[in-house]
Nanobody
């Protein structure tokens, strides 16, 4: 069983930066890829970024603005979000799965999510 808990969401202005944290169970990094997804009401969940032990991938809409990283000593994955735009507003969730992938169906464990709101 893997537990994930997101933190760091909030209300910011366009152009600001924000960092989200995903605290995971000990040992997660050795067995699972960890990804960030986001979702707004009435829309499908959107892939943001993911990493495993040697690979990082990004969604097209965040490629040059967001960065995913991890601290293995703290069992935490970070999502650094720069130059935020109103369209980045969503609930951001982290997830763990056996393979790194852009599809949410490939991730078995999910955190509850954290709200990010970007005002114009």
């Amino acid at each position: 069983q893997v537990t994930l808990v997101e933190s760091g969401g909030g209300l910011v202005q366009a152009g600001d930066s924000l960092r989200l944290d995903c605290a995971t169970s000990e040992g997660t990094f050795g067995r699972y890829a960890v990804a960030w997804f986001r979702q707004v009401p009435v829309k499908e969940r959107e892939f943001v970024a993911a990493l495993n032990w040697n690979t990082m991938i990004y969604g097209d809409s965040v490629q040059d603005r967001f960065a995913i990283s991890r601290d293995t000593t703290k069992n935490t994955v970070f999502l650094q979000m720069n130059n935020l735009k109103p369209e980045d507003s969503a609930v951001y969730s982290c997830a763990a799965g056996f393979e790194i992938d852009r599809r949410p169906t490939e991730y078995k464990y999910w955190g509850p999510g954290t709200q990010v709101t970007v005002s114009s």
